[in-house]
């Protein structure tokens, strides 16, 4: 078995790493792992989508579940889909990833990310399928049935969740990202009153996520000043995460994104214990921001899950990470682009300020430097190896400048951050803590032989 059951499902190179075989076996795992009734299935626009769609419908049925077929659609559908506690739900896409590659995400009952538990439970059935076969099977077989529409219930909740307010008069650019929000998102901001110009919406399963999309913003910020714009939006392949570009061509993340959310809820009453959820790479201005508005914040390790986890657990509203993905968790139980973007619009909107305003109203974002240092050993060693320099680094930054240095979770690398208030000084503190970093990697090869 080469590929491994990790956060939420698994990821890799369509039809070598993720093959169909593994797929099929990988819907009749999900089918007892979760023993569910019913799995509703969507996928991006990739080449590989169906043959994934149909491997793991077969697997399922095989296994006596029924399946719902959702076609083309973005993550957040199935979330929605999951609407029972007997319906779990499967995404096929592996989000901004180039189109070469392919992943299976899995939704528990009523929407929610899986357990421990049951992540753990699934590589241990999935290895005894792929090795062994599939043993004893319910005499049942589960039908397969296409959802007409299935973009239609999605589309009005998210029109609702503006309670009857529009935009007009808002001119944006839209990059869908050749992905799965290239028919929902036009349409539904077109229903919403704004003008809409529309970039990276005719898939052919080969384009999603090229050249377009939220991780290339280069033609999203040309274009939004050469027609003059209010501003941009930008998903990824999935369409569960946006990014912004503001009427000057300036990229506006996912922190300033929920920044502006934070601020707006906090004044309208409808931010839960007046506190937002965010992760360790959130930017130190962020945290500056929100402390002057009087909004607390939560942290949690890098992850979507554990925003979500920290959500639920304290009853909060709003979380989400730098790179776009957003929880309105009174409206949703995952991260949605479509719906974060019309958030985000009709706090614009009603305003009657740009997004830039909004944004230098809400927070300033200090400059941040990111470096990854590659090391042989345990990267977690290093970094306990680190603790002296990082301590003295994050020290002669005092309370303008933060310091996170990690291992990371996946490769052998120490990931370091720097935010100061200063890009030169941040720049300068990242070099000290990278040479710190290698002579601590290079004093433990040498101790260790590797």
């Not at 609407?83 to 901004?96: K, N, V, Y």
């Not at 962020?286 to 009853?315: N, P, W």
């Not at 941040?368 to 306990?384: I, K, T, Y």
Request: aromatic content about 4%.
């Amino acid at each position: 078995m080469t590929l491994s059951f990790g956060t939420d499902g698994v990821r890799g190179a369509a039809n070598s790493e993720l093959t169909a075989e593994y797929a099929l076996a990988f819907g009749r795992a999900l089918a007892r792992v979760l023993d569910p009734d019913e799995v509703v299935i969507g996928r991006d626009t990739r080449e590989s989508g169906p043959m994934f769609e149909g491997a793991v419908a077969a697997g399922l049925s095989a296994e006596g579940v029924d399946v719902r077929l959702l076609g083309v659609c973005p993550t957040p559908v199935v979330a929605r889909g999951c609407d029972s506690a007997r319906t779990a739900g499967l995404m096929i896409s592996a989000s901004h990833n180039p189109f070469g590659d392919n992943g299976l995400k899995v939704f528990a009952p009523g929407g929610l990310k899986l357990s421990d538990q049951q992540e753990a439970g699934f590589d241990p059935v999935l290895r005894l399928l792929l090795e062994s076969g599939p043993g004893s099977v319910p005499r049942r077989v589960g039908s397969i049935v296409a959802v007409p529409n299935a973009l239609g219930p999605y589309a009005d909740a998210v029109l609702a969740s503006v309670q009857g307010r529009d935009l007009q008069g808002l001119h944006l650019v839209v990059d869908c990202a050749n992905g799965a929000a290239s028919q929902v998102a036009p349409q539904v901001l077109r229903r919403l009153g704004a003008t809409v110009t529309v970039l990276a919406d005719q898939p052919n399963g080969r384009n999603i996520n090229e050249g377009c999309g939220s991780t290339h913003l280069e033609g999203l910020q040309a274009r939004v000043v050469g027609e003059g714009a209010a501003l941009g939006l930008a998903f990824d392949g999935d369409a569960d995460r946006v990014l912004a570009v503001d009427h000057r061509g300036r990229v506006i993340d996912g922190d300033q994104l929920i920044a502006i959310s934070a601020v707006d809820r906090r004044r309208r009453g409808l931010l839960a214990a007046n506190t937002v959820v965010v992760t360790v790479m959130t930017n130190l201005g962020f945290r500056i921001g929100m402390r002057r508005h009087g909004i607390e914040v939560r942290e949690t390790a890098v992850g979507d899950r554990y925003v979500l986890e920290a959500l639920e657990a304290g009853g909060f509203v709003l979380g989400g990470e730098q790179s776009g993905h957003i929880i309105f968790r009174d409206l949703a139980t995952t991260g949605d682009g479509l719906l974060s973007a019309v958030q985000v619009l009709d706090a614009v909107h009603r305003s009657g300020r740009s997004l830039a305003a909004l944004v230098e109203e809400a927070m300033s974002r200090l400059p941040q430097v990111l470096r990854n240092v590659r090391v042989s050993g345990p990267a977690f060693d290093v970094v306990q190896d680190m603790a002296f320099h990082i301590d003295a680094v994050a020290a002669s930054l005092g309370e303008t400048g933060r310091v996170l240095v990690r291992p990371s979770g996946t490769e052998p690398l120490v990931r370091i951050m720097v935010e100061a208030a200063d890009l030169t000084v941040a720049e300068s503190a990242v070099a000290q803590l990278v040479a710190a970093a290698q002579s601590a990697a290079a004093a433990r090869a040498a101790a260790t032989g590797v």
